[in-house]
């Protein structure tokens, strides 16, 4: 099936640098890519929908000055968290949408970023 | 706007026996989809089952099952003979309808112990 590998699994950064999280599609092309985050015992929240091409579509309340995704071709999305702040440190994870499988989606297996 | 509510923030079961993780939605939308997805400690999204909301049969893998009642907007996920592995974070997920390009909405999620 339709694999996204997710890099890094997990990274700790010092407050005030930028962090660029990495969401590559293996074997099929992800025309649209969801960015979630995900604090302790909490649901998954929808940061943002990029569309390989175009400027992302954030969702209400999400900075983007701050979270800078880029999808600029049909394998590769980034998340840029920039000047990363101890609030920031929560699990990220992404997700493409994939037509032909009954699972719909297929999610990367995640970023845990710690800011300290 | 799409909504679910899962109200069982956490469940436990004794090893073997079958369980329910309840799931409620709330649409506007006539066509819709409806997932769970397992998440284990790690993190990963583990999807388990999908069911389309013109699909007339309840869907079925392996040992879940979902049971769909449209008109009370409840979509269930039965496990039966539960195992140790099972325990994790259980997460039902809608979208709408136009799969490719949509945002998974998710509710809040269950968290299952499974006890020897």
């Known amino acids: 099936g339709a694999v996204v590998s997710q890099h890094p699994s997990w990274v700790i950064c010092k407050s005030g640098t930028s962090v660029k999280i990495e969401c590559r599609s293996l074997?099929?092309?992800?025309?649209?890519m969801f960015w979630y985050r995900q604090f302790p015992k909490q649901s998954l929240m929808l940061m943002a929908t990029s569309n390989e091409g175009s400027k992302a579509t954030y969702e209400q309340g999400v900075e983007k000055d701050k979270f800078l995704i880029n999808h600029a071709s049909l394998t590769l999305s980034t998340l840029t968290v920039t000047s990363a702040h101890p609030e920031d440190s929560s699990f990220y994870i992404c997700?493409?949408?994939?037509?032909?499988?009954?699972?719909?989606?297929?999610f990367g297996s995640g970023t845990r970023l710690t800011v300290v | 706007a799409q909504k679910i509510t899962q109200t069982q923030p956490g469940m436990f079961v004794q090893e073997k026996e079958a369980v329910t993780l309840d799931c409620t939605y709330d649409t506007s939308d006539q066509s819709y989809g409806l997932f769970w997805y397992k998440q284990p400690s790690s993190g990963e999204m583990i999807f388990l089952i999908y069911q389309g909301s013109y699909d007339e049969q309840n869907a079925t893998e392996g040992r879940y099952s979902l049971n769909f009642q449209k008109a009370r907007k409840s979509a269930n996920l039965v496990i039966s003979a539960s195992q140790l592995g099972d325990s994790a974070m259980y997460f039902c997920a809608m979208r709408g309808p136009n799969f490719g390009n949509e945002k998974l909405t998710f509710g809040t999620g269950t968290r299952l112990t499974i006890i020897p």
């Open positions: 074997d099929f092309q992800a025309t649209t």
């Open positions: 997700s493409a949408s994939v037509r032909e499988q009954d699972s719909g989606y297929t």
